[in-house]
């Protein structure tokens, strides 16, 4: 009995010793896990046919910014690739060029001073150019850090067709703790990118 005395004495000294010498845990982020990539084609009706996420929907773009000066308002075949699940989208511009390089070659400029217009939150960024299976070659711009989009790409066939494209997650959040799903949007962008044919 008394060597049962002093055994529990001596653990519950250890424990205590145990309790004042730890220390805090750093903060960590909750897991996500991520579905499987299955995908499907987008809707019809469009002068351009890509393959998008079974988990997305397609929705138009309907937005007007401006001033009194000048409204600037989407236009046709402007649309969001939305993930309800994460409040997060793609979004699509599309702009028919009618043979005009200068006007090509504008909107490939514009596409460079939108995402750099992020390198003051950006902690990096690095633009490259992407062959598609096909053969075909498409601009990707990766953004990292607390940047409000993470990836943003152009592609054209050089005569009749513009399209760029930029992701966005709308959570207030760090984006190391949504490391999987701006991950997930990626693989779904390039996927975009490589599935994607114009329709004449």
């Known amino acids: 009995m008394r060597y049962l005395l002093i055994l529990l004495i001596l653990w519950s000294c250890q424990v205590n010793t145990e309790q004042t010498n ?11 896990v991520m579905p499987p ?14 393959e998008i996420s079974k988990y997305a929907q397609v929705i138009p773009d309907t937005a007007e910014i401006g001033n009194k000066k000048k409204i600037w308002k989407a236009e046709p075949h402007w649309i969001y ?16 060029l009618g043979g005009d390089r ?10 460079y001073a939108l995402a750099y217009k992020h390198q ?3 902690s990096g960024i690095q633009d490259y150019v992407m062959t598609t299976t096909d053969g075909r070659k498409a601009g990707l711009i990766e953004l990292n850090g607390e940047v409000a989009t993470s ?50």
């Open 151 to 200: 990836l943003q790409f152009f592609t054209t066939d050089s005569s009749k067709h513009f399209l760029r494209g930029a992701i966005y997650v709308k959570t207030a959040t760090q984006n190391d703790s949504l490391a999987p799903i701006i991950q997930f949007l990626k693989q779904d962008a390039i996927h975009l990118v490589q599935t994607l044919r114009w329709q004449d």
């Open 37 to 50: 990539a299955v995908f499907q084609p987008v809707e019809k009706g469009h002068p351009y046919r890509f």
């Open 22 to 32: 730890s220390l805090p845990r750093p903060k960590g982020f909750n897991r996500i």
């Open 102 to 111: 200068k006007k090509m070659n504008a909107l490939i400029n514009d596409s």
């Open 81 to 96: 690739i939305y993930y309800p699940r994460w409040d997060a989208f793609i979004q699509i511009t599309y702009k028919a």
């Open 120 to 122: 003051g939150k950006a």
